[in-house]
């Protein structure tokens, strides 16, 4: 096998999905889990949708994801405690986490980056800024992974 074969036997392996980012989805709600993970899908990222904020930690640990997207209004747990838990795993307390809430007051967006989120959102999200954030986060977990 030649050079050029194996280059492109690597370059399929590579668009079947190996180097897809991957997402992990904490949200309640069903149409903004839908919302989310569609949106993320069509642009490229493999994506974990968890609608039960008890099971994220062990969803996150079983996934790995580059980036968690955590709605901090989840019943019988916050998401703001469960953002605490990811960042005293040793395994994931380096993925960043992109907040999103339904408060926009300004003392929930210290708490939230107090327990250790890089980004926030207030509910309604817009797709634009929410890509966009999602980008900017994602492009901190790769520069953190090549140091
Ligand atoms: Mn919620």
């Known amino acids: 096998m030649n050079e050029s074969r194996l280059f492109c036997l690597w370059g399929v392996e590579a668009t079947g999905g ?3 980012k991957r ?3 904490v949200e309640d709600n069903d ?3 839908k919302l989310f993970c569609d949106v993320l899908a069509a642009n ?3 994506v974990e949708p968890v609608a039960d904020g008890e099971m994220a930690i062990d969803r996150a ?3 790995v994801p580059n980036l968690v997207i955590m709605d ?4 019988n747990v916050s998401g703001l405690d469960l953002i605490a838990r990811l960042k005293r795993d040793a395994n ?3 993925t960043p986490v992109l907040a999103v809430t339904a408060y926009a007051g300004k003392g929930d967006e210290e ?3 107090e327990v250790g989120a890089q980004g926030y959102l207030a509910k309604p999200v817009s797709i634009g800024p929410f890509m966009a954030a999602v980008r900017n986060l994602i492009d901190r977990d790769s520069r953190e992974a090549a140091a």
Do not use: D
Not at 72 to 75: D, E, K, N, R
């Open 61 to 63: 640990r079983a996934f």
């Open 92 to 94: 994931l307390r380096n």
């Open 23 to 25: 997402i992990l989805v």
């Open 18 to 20: 190996k180097m897809m």
């Open 31 to 33: 149409l903004n889990r």
């Open 72 to 75: 901090i209004q989840l019943p």
């Open 44 to 46: 490229g990222f493999s």
């Open 111 to 113: 708490r939230i980056r």
